[in-house]
């Protein structure tokens, strides 16, 4: 009972965080152990809550902020050195009760999703009650086409109300989508519905995306041959172009139309699978993340009310692709469950011309605006005159997701698009982690934000800098090996049909922490900045690629015995890729090789991860056993060529002065760019 009032307290305080009358202050005596500095209530107070007692913190949150069937018993059992996760334990609730019926209970007309539509100017509204009605009949029609509880079911669709409504009907029935960004080559997908076992996908005839047409059944068609378990592939219509139906294809309209517009739910556990998503790694194929329901929904939707200030009435706008975590997460399942109009978007910010974000946030009167630095760098090379042409008032909050912001950009997206006047934040988070870990709000009420920083971390989000050897970083000013310490309601809970490779990956390098793969400076007063991955995994235009898979790619080809990509600075990009190859033979076709490589890329992962650069080397350089020293290339291309740091170990240092040499050569012939 004792927890129970404190959790209302906790409850109202975290609704009540971000407005300037601080009612908090009323009841702030409710909040036990507190630091003696901190404010009753406040961000330092209600911090110290998380981590000193969760299930004080998490537990009574839980039962306020979600729709239950069943109450759960435990609040949490998590033990990090066998990478054992739980949270709500004995609960039973489902996902999509949650994003929509509650909703459609109490205002079925309020506006849960406006699709801006490739095509600018044509935006399309949906209600609540609309929204459920369609995820209900797509819901019955996988049901008639044998899709149980615990089935998967891949979704490779552009951002569309229907691709969501998919994603809510397999959480209704209990199924498990995995959606696969619609960027993805027929390969990759192929690998992602095999590694899943998907017995549907669900797509559309083609989409539509800066003017251009995206063949997305033709994909599907061409993956699906190398998959077994797939025996249906429901597809929609985006365009009215017809395409051919094979056996196993259902024209998903169709079918939906002869469909009952109510599905009971399923009542799910907390801990059932919700979702899979699938990400690149250091090594290996991609992993299947997995993702349960309450946990991960409790997360994203306090996560998004908290750190955006997102006010009910408000028009909230993730412009990512729901092919990435932050599309599930800030698009979907946080945003649907707070009850909030989110805004779809299928297009990309220079179509039909630089100023289309700001043209939509004019017409569309957003007030939270959620984007990544890749996009925000190549507008500003297009001039402050697009932005300024708009009206942008209506925004309150800027937020900045992937990759580290630069200085230049943070700037701009702070002073140009919002005027001096916003909010920005710098979220930092990973598929991993379900929703934002570091950002500067919530925060004490007005306390700086500095440029370019996550700066603070959430509620319940411990984070611990390591050093090489393993030990914690204590204090200010230093630089680490980023972990977190506790677990949290939205993290992974395993990666799908492999759990030693999730211990693996994320416990074993510092036994009882969650390691992120990430290094962070924390500063004297305690804000973090993160700095980059610290291992061989990079991060082009937002998107994650392991470097590995960029050679597995490769490998391949018959002229090309060896490989070797590292990521390397770029303007816009954030990071591209570069690569190293061997000829056999001395063979003098490069070019034609050059060519058919990059071209094995984009067929074998996606086009973004094509590499900018490739370069011909008579070998890689290698240590006496015969690992690659990547860190020297990476040296070479970013012109540190006086500081290579220890060399001992290769094999044959005459190496570099050859790679340099080539590199000179190449750089003549072709700039890095
Ligand atoms: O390196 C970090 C970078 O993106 C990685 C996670 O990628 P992904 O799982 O695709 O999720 C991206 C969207 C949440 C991280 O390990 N990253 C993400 N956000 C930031 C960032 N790097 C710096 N600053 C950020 N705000």
Redesign the pocket.
């Known amino acids: 009972m004792a927890a129970l009032s404190l959790g209302r307290g906790v409850s109202r305080l975290l609704g009540c965080l971000h407005r300037a009358s601080a009612p908090w202050r009323a009841v702030s005596g409710r909040i036990r152990g507190a630091p003696d500095a901190a404010q009753p209530g406040s961000y330092l107070a209600l911090s110290a809550q998380a981590a000193r007692e969760p299930a004080a913190f998490w537990g009574p949150l839980a039962r306020e902020t979600l729709v239950w069937d069943t109450p759960y018993h435990t609040v949490w059992d998590c033990d990090f050195s066998s990478g054992k996760i739980g949270w709500f334990l004995g609960g039973q609730l489902n996902v999509s009760v949650n994003c929509l019926d509650q909703h459609v209970q109490k205002s079925p007309e309020s506006v849960a999703l406006i699709w801006e539509r490739d095509e600018p100017g044509t935006e399309v509204r949906i209600t609540y009650r609309e929204l459920l009605e369609t995820t209900c009949r797509l819901a019955n029609t996988l049901k008639k086409h044998g899709v149980r509880r615990g089935d998967r079911v891949a979704l490779y669709m552009s951002v569309s109300p229907l691709a969501v409504a998919a994603m809510l009907a397999c959480a209704r029935i209990g199924a498990v989508h995995t959606v696969v960004f619609a960027g993805f080559s027929a390969e990759s997908l192929a690998g992602r519905i095999n590694d899943a076992k998907c017995k549907v996908v669900i797509t559309f005839n083609q989409g539509l995306r800066g003017g251009r047409v995206v063949e997305l059944k033709k994909i599907v068609d061409e993956a699906v041959k190398h998959c077994p378990s797939v025996q249906h592939v429901l597809v929609a219509h985006r365009t009215e172009n017809k395409v051919p139906m094979g056996d196993r294809d259902i024209p998903l309209e169709q079918e939906m139309a002869k469909e009952d517009p109510e599905c009971t739910p399923e009542s799910m556990g907390s801990e059932d699978t919700l979702f899979l998503l699938y990400?690149s790694g250091s090594t290996g194929m991609p992993k299947g993340l997995v993702h349960t329901q309450a946990g991960y929904l409790l997360y994203a939707a306090l996560t998004h009310k908290l750190v955006f200030d997102y006010r009910p009435g408000d028009v909230f706008s993730c412009v990512a692709d729901i092919g990435?975590?932050?599309g599930h997460s800030y698009v979907v399942y946080g945003p649907l469950c707070n009850g909030a109009t989110s805004i779809l978007f299928e297009s990309t910010p220079v179509y039909p011309n630089a100023g289309r974000y700001w043209e939509m946030v004019q017409r569309l009167k957003i007030n939270q605006f959620y984007g990544a630095p890749t996009a925000v760098r190549l507008l500003l090379k297009y001039g402050d005159a697009w932005v300024k042409k708009y009206d942008r008032s209506s925004l309150r909050t800027l937020g900045?997701?992937?990759?580290?912001?630069n200085q230049e950009a943070w700037e701009w997206l702070h002073k140009v698009v919002g005027d001096s006047r916003c909010t920005l934040v710098?979220?930092?988070?990973?598929?991993?982690t379900g929703g934002i870990c570091i950002a500067p709000r919530p925060s004490e009420e007005g306390a700086e934000i500095l440029p370019g920083m996550?700066m603070r971390p959430f509620f319940g989000i411990i984070p611990i800098l390591m050093d090489e050897k393993g030990n914690v970083m204590e204090g200010g000013d230093v630089s680490g090996s980023l972990c977190i310490s506790q677990a949290w309601p939205g993290m992974a809970r395993t990666i799908y049909g492999d759990h030693q490779r999730f211990v693996d990956a994320y416990f074993k390098a510092y036994p009882g922490y969650y390691f992120?793969?990430?290094g962070a400076y924390r500063t004297r007063e305690g804000y973090y900045q993160?700095t980059?991955?610290m291992d061989d995994?990079i991060?082009i235009s937002?998107?994650?690629l392991g470097t590995a898979e960029i050679e597995d790619a490769m490998a391949n080809h018959p002229a090309v015995p060896e490989t070797a990509v590292i990521g390397y600075p770029h303007d816009i990009k954030g990071e591209a890729a570069f690569a190293f190859i061997v000829l056999k033979d001395d063979r003098d076709d490069a070019e034609k090789v050059v060519e058919e490589l990059r071209a094995a890329v984009a067929a074998k992962i996606a086009k973004y991860a094509v590499p900018d650069q490739i370069l011909v080397v008579k070998r890689l350089p290698k240590t006496r056993s015969g690992k690659v020293m990547r860190r020297l290339l990476r040296k070479i291309v970013t012109g540190q060529t006086r500081d290579l740091g220890d060399t001992t170990t290769l094999e044959d240092p005459g190496v570099i002065t050859e790679i340099l040499t080539a590199y000179q050569k190449h750089g003549a012939r072709r700039p890095a760019k």
């Not at 710098?426 to 991993?432: K, S, Y």
Request: aromatic share 10%; charged share 20%.
């Open positions: 990400t990435w975590i932050t900045s997701v992937g990759e580290p912001i710098d979220t930092w988070w990973q598929t991993e996550a992120t793969g990430d993160i980059g991955r995994v991060n937002g998107h994650r």
